[in-house]
């Protein structure tokens, strides 16, 4: 059993930058490869990012690419959203989600959801 619990949602102006974080409890988390979803206001959850088990492999989504960046610290429990050059756009409920391996976090196969964190980019 894992439990993931987001947090460092808030308020941030058009270009401005924030970083969210996921933790997560459970001896059995480094077996998982994470990913953050986000969900706006009348649209469907879409898939954002995913790091592999050890971290060595990653994958966005062409609307972040090249502006978000995910990674892990398994020591910790921890995987972590850095977003730049944010967009209106990206105005939505962030979630943090584990899975068997990056490919079904890409397909949203997902065995653990986190409660998710907001994040508003408005000015």
């Known amino acids: 059993q894992v439990q993931l619990v987001e947090s460092g949602g808030g308020l941030v102006q058009p270009g401005g930058s924030l970083s969210v974080t996921c933790a997560a409890s459970g001896r059995t988390f480094s077996s998982y490869a994470m990913g953050w ?11 954002v990012a995913a790091i592999s088990s050890t971290g060595t492999s990653t994958y966005y989504s062409d609307s972040v690419k090249g502006r978000f960046t995910i990674s892990r610290y398994n020591a910790k429990n921890t995987v972590y959203l850095q977003m730049s050059s944010l967009k209106p756009e990206d105005t939505a409920v962030y979630y943090c989600a584990a899975a068997r391996d ?22």
């Not at 979803?37 to 898939?47: I, N």
């Not at 397909?107 to 409660?115: F, H, L, M, R, V």
């Open 102 to 123: 990056l490919m079904t976090v890409v397909t949203a196969e997902i065995d653990y959801w986190g409660q998710g964190t907001q994040v508003t980019v408005s000015s």
């Open 37 to 47: 979803f986000r969900q706006a206001p009348g649209k469907e959850r879409e898939f």
